[in-house]
Nanobody, 122 residues
């Protein structure tokens, strides 16, 4: 299967920056899309940014121009550089990948990390 280990969350003041990282390990054959979602208390989990195997990126409108997603294809890692953070960015951020493994063969499945807390103070 796939294990996702996230790092980089924490507390930051409004206007500050944080960088989240996520490493995918396990019996991976290939990874299609990697990305980040977030969930604030009492709200649904929403897409923040994704990046495909071809490098195409997609961002939620509310983070465009402030967040940048990047990927290291050799290391199976994905990062999210978050600048100009706002209190409304406070949430648990989840790493997600769509991958095939030795167990699923050619079938792609969606995997989730445990989440990392990002808190932006005003």
């Amino acid at each position: 299967q796939v294990q996702l280990v996230e790092s980089g969350g924490g507390l930051v003041q409004a206007g500050g920056s944080l960088r989240l990282s996520c490493a995918a390990t396990g019996s991976i054959i290939s990874i299609d899309t990697m990305g980040w979602y977030r969930q604030a208390p009492g709200k649904q989990r929403d897409m923040v940014a994704t990046i495909t195997s071809s490098g195409r990126t997609n961002y939620a409108d509310i983070v465009k121009g402030r967040f940048t997603i990047s990927r290291d294809y050799a290391k199976n890692t994905v990062s999210l550089q978050m600048n100009s953070l706002k209190p409304e960015d406070t949430a648990v951020y989840y790493c997600t990948v769509v991958a095939s493994t030795l167990q699923t063969a050619l079938l792609m499945r969606n995997y989730w990390g445990q989440g990392t807390q990002v808190t932006v103070s005003s």
